[in-house]
């Protein structure tokens, strides 16, 4: 498609449960972004995909997340055993090539909100 | 990731008025993106910049990329009210060893009255 696609658009989970986001990047894009959107604003960048590959996840958490992108699937965020804390709204981008080239820019998905009671 | 220092935090003004909003870093970029975000969407790209000094408009915005490749600034002329929303700033420095993730400022709100 034309448009980073995200589902669902919210979220609520009890604490200890399982959450699982959904992202499809634009077609033809070939990497994928994860950031997290908290209270304040803040953007954190969790990890970033090439095509299926592990791109960068230095900003992923040791514990509880994970992450893949498989083969005509679209891309996933799971948190297990999710905290309060983990209550955010998590943004998925796409580019074609990263960043590689100079022109490439992000373009992001309009969010998934989770709560976390 | 890094957080970059972005100001003002907020601005209410009245339609018509200039804005201006500015972004620093202690490391160096050597691309710098603004992003708009209304609620309950995700950021939506505005203006990049990929080299210092460079100064780039997108209607009624300008931007620049600082000759240092340290800050950023927006400028927004004749403000309406559909400016409305949260303005961030987002180095990105691409090079071999890079991941190519986006560092955001903590976004600057902006009110327009008519």
């Known amino acids: 498609g034309e448009e980073v696609a995200q589902t669902p658009k919210h979220l609520v989970r009890g604490e200890g449960q399982k959450a699982k986001l959904y992202c499809a990047p634009i077609?033809?894009?070939?990497?994928v972004f994860w950031y997290q959107q908290v209270l304040k604003n803040e953007f954190k960048f969790l990890i970033s995909?090439?095509?299926?590959?592990?791109?960068?996840e230095t900003g992923m958490p040791k514990e509880r997340f994970s992450a893949k992108c498989l083969p005509n699937s679209p891309c996933s965020l799971e948190i297990q055993a999710t905290k309060l804390e983990d209550s955010a709204v998590y943004f998925c981008?796409?580019?074609?090539?990263?960043?590689?080239?100079?022109?490439?820019?992000?373009?992001f998905g309009p969010g998934t909100r989770l709560t976390v009671l | 990731g890094q957080q970059l220092n972005q100001s003002p935090q907020s601005m209410f003004i009245q339609e018509g008025e200039d804005v201006s909003m500015n972004c620093t870093s202690s490391?160096?970029?050597?691309?710098w993106l603004w992003y708009k975000q209304e609620p309950g969407e995700g950021p939506v790209l505005l203006i990049a910049?990929?080299?210092?000094?460079e100064l780039t408009s997108n209607g009624r915005l300008t931007a620049q990329f600082g000759i240092t490749r340290k800050d950023s600034f927006l400028n927004i002329s004749a403000s309406i009210p559909s400016d409305v929303g949260i303005y961030f700033c987002?180095?990105?420095?691409?090079?071999?060893?890079?991941?190519?993730?986006?560092?955001f400022g903590k976004g600057t709100s902006l009110l327009v009255t008519p």
């Open positions: 981008a796409s580019t074609p090539s990263g960043g590689a080239r100079r022109t490439d820019t992000q373009y």
């Open positions: 077609k033809g894009h070939s990497y």
């Open positions: 995909f090439q095509n299926e590959n592990v791109f960068d």
């Open positions: 490391s160096i970029f050597n691309t």
């Open positions: 910049l990929y080299k210092a000094g």
């Open positions: 987002a180095g990105q420095l691409v090079d071999s060893n890079s991941g190519y993730a986006l560092n």
